[in-house]
């Protein structure tokens, strides 16, 4: 489960191009949040608070909660802009968080698939999707999946049925689909890959 995070933010009443210059010289990113039915509302964040979230593992699945003069809110990261030759944040967009599912891109952890007993055995790990569409309660929103992949032989696919989801936790995809396979390093395939590469 993502923890929540706190930052503070200040709305801004000025917008374009030369007003985002002027609040980057001042170290601050202009942000945006929307949803729940709300008009968007333009804030800003220290720069330096921000780029350090960002720099940690699972930052787009954190729940963060955003301070606004004397109102909190709980909002999710929906979309980033970078410094185009640092590791800056330039502007970043986010999502209310309401009571409900919220539909989001999850990245898989594929645990011990260097030392897989169909890797050992000459096989090559062959990931068909980094990361999933899930609908995650809000209140357990995962920062990664972990498959345990350690067991699989040669020839196997790892099928969206035989991962374990945290509880409040589905696939969007209703579909038993296929994440990842071993294949033989002559390029065999596991049964019905193509099929599921191609979706």
């Known amino acids: 489960m993502s923890e929540v995070v706190e930052l503070t933010a200040e709305l801004r009443e000025n917008f374009g191009t030369g007003a985002a210059r ?9 942000a945006i949040v929307y949803g729940l039915g709300a008009s968007p509302m333009a804030i800003s964040i220290e720069e330096k608070e921000i780029t350090k979230l960002y720099r940690k ?12 003069g004397s109102t ?8 980033i802009e970078l410094h185009p030759t ?25 645990e011990g698939k260097e030392r897989a007993l169909g890797v050992k055995r000459g096989g090559f790990f062959n990931i068909i999707k980094r990361t999933v569409a899930m609908l995650c309660d809000v209140n357990n929103i995962p920062k990664n999946i972990t498959v345990d992949v350690t067991n699989v032989p040669i020839g196997s696919s ?10 409040g936790c ?9 994440v990842a396979t071993i294949i033989g390093r002559k390029g065999t395939k596991a049964e019905g890959e193509e099929d599921a590469a191609a979706s």
């Open 22 to 30: 002027a609040l980057r010289r001042e170290n601050k990113v202009p």
């Open 57 to 68: 593992p699972g930052f787009i699945s954190t729940v963060i909660q955003i301070e606004i």
């Open 72 to 79: 909190k809110y709980k909002i999710l990261p929906k979309a």
């Open 86 to 110: 640092k590791e800056i944040v330039r502007h970043v967009d986010f999502v209310f968080l309401d009571k409900k599912l919220q539909k989001m891109e999850v990245p898989i952890v594929y």
């Open 158 to 167: 790892i099928k969206s049925s035989t991962i374990k989801l945290p509880e």
């Open 170 to 178: 589905e696939f969007v995809r209703k579909d038993d689909f296929i």
